[in-house]
């Protein structure tokens, strides 16, 4: 058996494509969806990010307002820059790129931008709202994950989960989506004991740890499906956190890195910012963008 290719690039291609039609339809009626997304100092991986987040907003129609600030900016600027975002009609969504500069705290900063502008989600009521089933704006990646393992399976409905990471960006909001789905979750990381066991249970794997092809075939059980959150610059290039030609004869489905979850976080960026748009104009939640 070889497994079912999920194909994250074309399925982002296609939501991509939806959204700017959704764009076209708002500008019809006068309202024109705007991203501001903020880079502070010149961390050249983060640059390259903006970039392609300022294009691909763009390129659906939307207004993209780039804010290029230097590494020594007080965080008292910072605060006063995202204060004028929030309070500007024409900006929807606010996204600051992460890491920040070691001076600022991380944290004070996101809770700073309007949780309704906050198209990453993780301001702190964002997150609070995922976790007790509120309306939220939910995390890009995980957002994107969730997509595509619907797309695939339909109901997750009792499905086995595991998830391995349990960060904050990535782990626990896919975690707590794939518990709002009424799937069976358990959350694994560097502690875990026997995870090549935990995983062998999972009908649905989860990898999003940073270590360049750490899940192997014996970890997985036959046609599940595994999603490979792992971005790893090695020698022979840009690699997951699964050993993805070991484990595709084994899995029922599998995304490949590049190509498969990574293009669907920056179009649930736009998915959240065209929410966030409908949201401020009062009108209901773009059909299938939301949990
Ligand atoms: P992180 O470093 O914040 O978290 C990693 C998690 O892995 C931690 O919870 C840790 O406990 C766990 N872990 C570490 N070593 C482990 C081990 N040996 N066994 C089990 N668990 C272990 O990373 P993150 O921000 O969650 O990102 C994870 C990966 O996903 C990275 O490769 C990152 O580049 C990638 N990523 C990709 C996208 C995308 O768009 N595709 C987005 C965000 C992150």
Request: proline share 7%; charged share 20%.
């Amino acid at each position: 058996m070889t497994a079912t290719l999920i194909d994250g690039k074309a399925f982002a291609a296609r939501l991509r494509s939806r959204i700017a039609d959704e764009v076209t339809a708002l500008k019809a009626r006068g309202i024109a969806p705007g991203l501001a997304v903020v880079l502070v100092g010149e961390d050249p991986a983060s640059a390259v990010y903006v970039r392609s987040k300022g294009k691909m907003t763009r390129e659906v129609g939307m207004n993209s307002y780039e804010h290029r600030l230097p590494a020594d900016t007080a965080q008292d600027d910072l605060l006063a820059l995202i204060d004028q975002l929030n309070n500007d009609p024409a900006v929807n969504g606010i996204l600051v790129q992460l890491p920040l500069p070691r001076h600022m705290d991380e944290s004070a900063v996101i809770n700073a931008i309007a949780p309704e502008k906050d198209v990453d989600g993780f301001h702190i009521l964002n997150v609070g709202r995922l976790a007790t089933g509120q309306k939220a704006m939910v995390p890009c990646t995980p957002l994107g994950c969730l997509m595509l393992l619907r797309d695939h399976l339909g109901d997750l409905s009792g499905k086995n989960a595991v998830v391995i990471g349990r960060s904050n960006i990535v782990g626990k909001p896919m975690a707590q989506l794939l518990l709002r789905d009424s799937a069976t979750v358990t959350v694994a990381h560097s502690r875990t004991q026997d995870l090549p066991g935990l995983c062998r249970q999972a009908d649905i794997l989860v990898a999003a740890v940073g270590r360049p092809k750490m899940v192997a075939a014996d970890w997985v059980k036959p046609g599940a499906v595994v999603i490979d959150v792992g971005i790893n610059r090695t020698d022979e290039g840009l690699v997951g956190d699964v050993d993805f030609d070991a484990v595709q004869p084994v899995a029922g489905a599998i995304t490949p890195v590049p190509g498969g979850v990574g293009p669907m976080t920056i179009a649930c960026l736009l998915a959240n910012t065209l929410t966030a748009t409908a949201r401020a104009n009062g009108l209901p939640d773009p059909q299938g963008l939301t949990p």
